[in-house]
């Protein structure tokens, strides 16, 4: 079956920036989407059709993709971007969630 | 704007079914524009896309619950409806309904989650 993977933390000082990588498969042929997820909150899309930001997303969230591989950064990271972030992609009519990443801004 | 909220016995008998209902407003279950779908997260780990419909009743399916989930729709009270055939105890999980845009892959809208647990 297919798979995404994530690294499951991150790590990045309050001011700096943040890169969480997403990487599977053929990915370069797949529209990549990625969520926020607060502690006890819903997840909130940020990214869509790998690097669309849906209002409402700060402008400091950017998605890019290389190859097999895409990146959500976070520039200027913020306490308040604390997280687990997922990124999601489609295998046919299958949705996959990668495994998240746990952002801690310290 | 449009909201969803789930619905649903909070508590299921292993081996029962599990049946939540995703209620919309704001929006409409008649439009052409969304796909509504199911998505899942044990405590603590990670999500799991359960499946999705459309307003014309075509659904998908993660292969990963061998055929157990079963998702309508029902366009008079805008609501769809997820059940999960013989649970166990792995089927714990808070359960979130959400929206699909056509063409945008992403899922823009969600609900707040429901807890299910299932005990024996």
């Known amino acids: 079956s297919y798979e995404l993977t994530q690294p499951p933390s991150v790590s990045v000082s309050p001011g700096q920036t943040a890169s969480l990588t997403c990487s599977g498969d053929n990915l370069k042929d797949k529209y990549v989407s990625w969520y926020q997820q607060k502690s006890g909150q819903s997840p909130v899309m940020v990214i869509f059709h790998d690097k669309k930001r849906p209002s409402g997303t700060p402008e400091r969230f950017s998605g890019s993709k290389s190859g097999n591989t895409a990146t959500l950064t976070i520039s200027g990271t913020q306490t308040l971007d604390e997280s687990d972030f997922y990124c999601l992609a489609w295998d046919g009519s299958t949705a996959i969630f990668g495994g998240g990443t746990k952002l801690t801004v310290l | 704007q449009v909201q969803l909220r789930e619905s649903g016995p909070g508590l299921v008998k292993t081996s029962q079914t599990l049946s939540l209902i995703c209620t919309v407003s704001g929006g409409s279950t008649h439009s052409t524009s969304y796909y509504w779908t199911w998505i899942r997260q044990p405590a603590g780990k990670g999500l799991e896309w359960i499946g999705r419909?459309?307003?014309?009743?075509?659904?998908n399916y993660n292969p990963s619950l061998k055929g157990r989930a079963s998702i309508s729709i029902d366009r008079s009270k805008n609501q769809f409806s997820l059940n999960l055939r013989f649970v166990t105890a792995a089927d714990a999980a808070m359960y979130y309904c959400?929206?699909?845009?056509?063409?945008?892959?992403?899922?823009?809208?969600w609900g707040q989650g429901t807890t299910v647990t299932v005990s024996s």
């Open positions: 959400a929206r699909e845009e056509l063409g945008s892959d992403g899922l823009d809208v």
């Open positions: 419909i459309y307003t014309s009743g075509s659904v």
